[in-house]
Each structure stands twice: as C-alpha cells, then as structure tokens.
C-alpha cells in the first residue's frame, strides 16, 4: 500500500542554522513528490514538487528537496532557518493512474524555530 | 481570484445535529477533494470528485457524504455528527483530469462537535 513516513514529528533549530527534514515514501510506481508548509491557522501551501527530471528540486521560501530513488526518500532542506519557517510541514505522493487522482500525506513535522 | 474558499470558518455543533461544509473554486479546476486534518495523523481523505458529475470514497468516508453540485462547488455533508468528527476540514482542487498536478487548499473549516 502507499505511505508516506515523516520520522520527526517536532524539530527545533536555532534561527540561522540549516533544516532537514525527513521523508520516506512507499510507493510501487514512479512517485510524483510534494512538500507542503501550513502556517498556524492557516492551509496548506506548496513549496515545491518533483515530477521527473532534475533530482534536486527548488522551491519557494529558499526550500530545496532531494529526491532519492534508491532510499525512497524525499528529504527537505534549508542552509538557514528563518524565524518565519516555524510551521508545520508535510510530505505528499501523488497516486494517479485512470480515473484516479489524490495525495497520500505524511503525519507531518512540527518546526519550531529558537532565537 | 479567490483560489479555493471554505464557509464556515469555523462551527460548533451537538451530537446528532447535521450541517454542511461548503467550497468553492475560481481557477476552472476539474477535480476537488475534501481532507480531515487532526492532531499526530497528517491529512485525510475523505471524497474526491475527478470531474463534474462523479464522486469516489477516499480512506475515511464514513459518516459523511458529498455533492459535486457544478465545475466550481463541492460540499461535505455531515448527517448526524458525532465528537470523532471534531477536526479541522480542508478542500482543495486540481486541474486537468489525469496525471501529476499540484492541489491547491482552501484556509480549512474548524468543527468541534460536542
């Protein structure tokens, strides 16, 4: 069946230090990848996706993700952590195929960010 | 351009009262869906809607039904609620009818059912 495992469920970092959050994904086809922030209160917004092509993936905010096929991991990633990135993030896999057409999300990593 | 609203923002309701969740879209998207979102379990899915006219289960739609009633609107019914059904609800929509595209989410909808 498809999941997706997001390991750390609350992360704190010092403001200025580098993120990395984890994300495996199980998933039998080839995986279409997203990774999402939700603010307090807020939706969801996208940061950025992977369909195909180049593995490192750029996205808004200064996120970058990585994804590796062979670890079946999707991990996120930021050089220097902003107080403003403390929100909760969530990894996706898009399942499609027919009429078919949805995401499977992670449990979610908390982020807090110390000054 | 609105994106993807919700209505109500948030809602209190008794056990055994019925209300529904409404949504709209403004970007032409063919598909919409409706997620549950509660503590330590990520996000849901409850029904989706490929298309106008069709409407398919996700992993859990018990106690909830849908109506696909256009291209822009998609609401979730809750016919007699329970507390378990105590959550924040998001919508969203995609375009296209098939393959990889990005969903896009409404602010979400915070039900406490007493």
């Known amino acids: 069946a498809q999941s997706v495992t997001q390991p750390d469920i609350h992360i704190t970092v010092s403001e200025g230090a580098s993120l990395e959050l984890r994300c495996n994904y199980s998933y039998g086809a080839t995986p279409y990848l997203f990774w999402y922030v939700q603010s307090p209160g807020q939706g969801l917004q996208l940061l950025l996706k992977?369909?195909?092509?180049?593995?490192l993936v750029q996205g808004i905010k200064g996120f970058e993700a990585e994804f590796k096929r062979s670890q079946s991991s999707f991990n996120l990633r930021k050089p220097s952590v902003h107080w403003s990135d403390a929100a909760e993030y969530f990894c996706?896999?898009?399942?499609?195929?027919?009429?078919?057409?949805?995401?499977?999300f992670g449990t979610g990593t908390l982020l807090a960010v110390q000054p | 351009n609105a994106g993807v609203t919700q209505t109500p923002k948030f809602q209190v309701l008794k056990t055994g009262q019925s209300m529904t969740l409404q949504c709209a879209q403004d970007?032409?998207?063919?598909?919409m869906y409706w997620y549950r979102q509660d503590p330590g379990m990520g996000l849901r899915l409850i029904y989706y809607?490929?298309?106008?006219?069709?409407?398919d289960k996700g992993e859990v739609p018990n106690g909830y039904n849908v109506s696909r009633l256009n291209k822009r609107e998609f609401s979730l019914r809750l016919e007699s609620a329970a507390p378990s059904q105590t959550s924040v609800y998001f919508c969203?929509?995609?375009?296209?009818?098939?393959?990889?595209?990005?969903?896009?989410f409404g602010p979400g909808t915070r039900l406490l059912v007493l």
């Open positions: 969203a929509s995609r375009d296209g009818l098939a393959g990889p595209r990005t969903q896009y």
């Open positions: 809607s490929a298309s106008e006219g069709t409407t």
């Open positions: 970007m032409n998207h063919n598909s």
């Open positions: 992977y369909f195909s092509g180049d593995t």
């Open positions: 996706a896999v898009g399942i499609y195929g027919g009429a078919t057409n949805k995401l499977i």
